[in-house]
């Protein structure tokens, strides 16, 4: 048994590629904020609010179906004394198969959302580390909100692997509304960097597999902004909700329930409150809580009372409309809905009967409103003139009070789905007050909803049952690597040959691979060979379109990777018309790259010729020199003296490249190798001159061919650098001898 599980582990990767696996492994990322598996922080800040505990929900709820393996929610590591030390645990179990992975990126410092735009790169690196390491190959990734949308972009461009995105808020929206309080496009830049989000955002609708959204509104009030909100296949799959908080009435009548703190807190302020307002306060509650907003048609409510006085003889009425202190100083739509209700209430002389309290606590008091009236037998009443979601008629029916609300939208969906209440046209106060008074007036009615809104609610609009459709809704991209890559515009995922193989063989091109044709097929022969157990790639001062040039040319099969401009660009793929970039590198080497100042500071040399052929990279600027130590110094002399970041390589007595600070062939290595997790041991690299001395000097094996020039003389004698007899590509094959690094 046992052995036969492990050769089932081992063959997982080959599996995925196949098709469809029984288990799955999931990945969820939700990068900002505070997040952890209990005492959530809500509210803290502006980035610790309902999308962490979504997150946490959701995480929770996955890892408890049988149909996934292993459920991981990624989000940042954060080490800062400000905050507690529980955000910098790198990992932190939720379940049996869930946890918190906690990823490091930008430092230690708990700094807010939009701040960590630059950093998301590495992120990506990190995570792909973190899954080598742990040899996890996911089956899905899920980004929320748009940083971790971008992350599960990349990683899924990088993989192959589907990605499916939660908004929770969006770019687009917060654009408008900031522009409508008068806040300009500068500003909003400044301070929130909202172009970058938006963008991101648009990248992340064209090519997920799947963008879920909790309801139809907001695809068609806020995705509709997007230039590609057509593009992307929306899910409404609603949130679930905390069915622990919204607990049925009846646990209150249960002498082993007991019964949280906070609401025997809240029931007593409540029931306070309502000694204000009601001569009686026993009698059948009708309750409703919403915004002040007129299109709620509070108004509605209170002249369907009003307008029925067997209604009034029956139950009181309560209406939560917000939370205020002087009316006078809210805004104009809020104070003209309070002031039409408190006369309306005067009109129909509703006094003793309706409470209209002046606030409630969400957390504690609206949960423990809905099982006050549920107590009473009452009703809760949602008048809206149409309703795209409804959470607190779900909120309600999971504690237990029967509802009525608009026929529209979602309230349609919830009682189709509990049967747990009446919808009527509540534009008709007759209407609404006959439904509400025929609910009032038969207990067996009111039991059945109370039972069914109960059941229903839990089966239909708990985490589990989100968990449960969100799996279903996915199912079909799963497995489906293909999907995910096309959607990218690229043919095969790159990454996916790096998730196979630990050894990677890497070289110059000119005068190193090339030189000896027949050296050369040799060597291709070898590589062929050897392609499922090593990754070949090449590293050059040659821009991306001269490395096809020649790879056409000399009938070279296309690297795993290509190191082009001496470093400056990584590009992946299978196929060379089709090549992806490394972000992660790009961002990494941008670090205080300053092209337009160097270019001007070395202007004045006349030793300089700036070079017509592949002169100018977005990382790179070289020059044509003869060779001349006192003018290097002065180019350097020069660069420093005006604070300027970069790493000049001279090479054949000819080039002068200046690149990035952090750029160089070596370094491009040295960074895929912590991707992809493979030991500079396990790394063989072959150059012949000056622009490859710092990608042979190191930890890796080098092999420098035969006919190299003078200039890397001097790394002779190190251990780890192997010179050959033989040139060009034969000095390679001997080095791969030498070291027994492939069979050959
Ligand atoms: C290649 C590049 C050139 C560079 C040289 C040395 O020939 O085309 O721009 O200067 O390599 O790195
Ligand atoms: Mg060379």
Redesign the pocket.
Known sequence: MSTKEKSSNSKDKGKKKSGKKDQLHLQLFSIHGLIRGENLELGRDADTGGQTKYVVELTKALGELPKVRQVDLFTRLVDDKRVSSDYKQEIEPLGEKSRIVRIRCGGKRYIRKELLWPHLSEFVDNVVRFNKKENITPDLLHGHYADAGYVARQLSKLLGIPYVFTGHSLGRSKKHSLSSKGMSEKQMVEKFNINERIQAEEDVLRTAAHVVVSTRHEIENQYSLYENGDKAQFTVIPPGIDVEKFYPYYYDHDSNFNKPEPYIQAREKMNGEFARFYYNKDKPLILTICRPDRRKNIQGLITAYGENKELQAIANLAVFAGIRKDIDNLDENEKEVLTEMLLLMDKYDLYGKMALPKKHNPTTEVPELFRIAANTQGVFVNSAFNEPFGITLIEAASAGVPIVGPDDGGPNDIVKNCKNGILVDTTDTKALGNAIKSILIDEEKWREYSNNGVNGVRKHYAWTAHAESFLDKVDSVIGDSKKSTVAHGVTEAPGWRFTEFDKMLITDI?DTLVGDDKALKEFIKIIEKNRDKVGFGVA????LE?VEEILKEKKIPTPDVIISS?GTEIYYGTNLKNLSSDSGWEAHISYQWKPERIKEVLSEFDFLTP?K???ERNF?I?YNMEPNNDNLALIHQHLTENKLRYQL?Y??GA???ILPQRASKGRAIKYLGNKWGIAPDHILVSGDSG?DYEMLYGKRLAVVVGNHSPEIESLRGNRLVYFADSNYAAGIIEGIRHYRFLEI
């Open positions: 000119d050059t001062g040659r821009s001269l001496v070079q052929r592949d002169g790179k070289s390589i090479s054949h080039y002068l490249d622009n």
